[in-house]
């Protein structure tokens, strides 16, 4: 099913990496609306778990966001070039993480086992690896939603709650 | 507030840097954390409040981002 951001939440819940920058980051689509869920989510004493790969999104984004920034060149070019350059995001990804911690975001490990399900989530709900990894660490640790602005998780609102605020998935 | 990247220890006490210490108000509360790096003592803060916002940036289109993270050309952006 898919359910908006204010409509009535589960006791734990799965979070995507997309809510956690859009959140973050100012210029983020669904800035204000990723803002209130995770003030919600707080308020409400919600258990928030994500996959470890999840960490290295928020960091990849944070690292390209800042990168861009300051040398008008897209990530990979300006890394090639100088491997310095993603000093610049050391800031931004430590306090973030900490502060993920802090919150008492629970980090699920990915195992052998929840990459094979991954595997099979790729043509059971034509998902690509990164979101089938996902959504088999979900399932695998019980968890029933899971909190996305990524409308490829759409195609898997048969198998979990997805909880969005992205007008796109909620027509 | 600086990061700390260094304290010393005297007389089982930890000593803080002094700059550390002016940045708290009285009665502040600190949090101490061991992690794989050390000691980590930061002022207590609400970690979702310290954290949303925190990145300026220009407009993002984030989903999108996460999508093409490893498809970006050599063209300048500017």
Redesign the interface.
């Known amino acids: 099913m898919i359910l908006r951001f204010t409509d009535k939440l589960p006791k734990a819940l799965y979070l995507d990496?997309?809510v956690?920058?859009?959140?973050?980051?100012?210029?983020?689509?669904f800035?204000d609306e990723c803002?209130s869920f995770?003030?919600r989510i707080?308020d409400e004493g919600i258990r928030c778990a994500t996959a470890s790969l999840s960490l290295d999104?928020i960091w990849?984004?944070?690292i390209?966001?800042k990168v861009?920034?300051l040398t008008?060149?897209?990530?990979?070019?300006s890394y090639k070039s100088n491997p310095n350059s993603i000093l610049s995001a050391r800031d931004?990804v430590?306090?973030?993480t900490?502060?993920?911690l802090?919150?008492g975001l629970e980090i699920l490990t990915v195992d052998l086992d929840a990459m094979l399900d991954a595997k099979d989530f790729l043509w059971d709900c034509k998902l690509?690896p990164?979101d089938s990894v996902h959504l088999a660490v979900t399932l695998k640790h019980r968890f029933k939603a899971i909190a996305t602005?990524?409308?490829?998780f759409m195609n898997t609102s048969d198998l979990v709650d997805v909880y969005t605020c992205?007008p796109k998935m909620l027509r | 507030m600086g990061?700390i990247e260094e304290v010393e220890i005297e007389e089982g006490c930890i000593k803080l840097p002094v700059e550390f210490i002016q940045g708290l108000k009285p009665k502040s509360k600190v949090?101490v954390r061991i992690d794989r790096f050390g000691l980590?003592i930061?002022p207590k803060i609400?970690?979702?409040e310290?954290?949303?916002?925190?990145?300026?940036?220009?407009?993002?289109?984030?989903?999108k981002?996460?999508?093409e993270?490893v498809e970006?050309?050599?063209?300048?952006?500017?």
């Not at chain 1, 008008?72 to 070019?77: A, E, T, Y």
């Not at chain 1, 602005?149 to 490829?152: A, I, M, S, Y």
């Not at chain 2, 970006?72 to 500017?78: A, L, M």
């Open positions: 990496s997309s956690i920058l859009n959140a973050t980051m100012t210029g983020g689509r800035h803002a995770l003030r707080r999104e990849y984004i944070l390209k966001n861009e920034h008008g060149q897209f990530l990979v070019k931004d430590e306090r973030i900490f502060d993920l802090m919150m690509l990164r602005t990524n409308p490829d992205n | 990061k949090i980590v930061k609400d970690p979702v310290d954290m949303i916002g925190c990145v300026k940036s220009t407009p993002k289109d984030i989903e981002q996460l999508d993270r970006e050309d050599d063209t300048e952006i500017y």
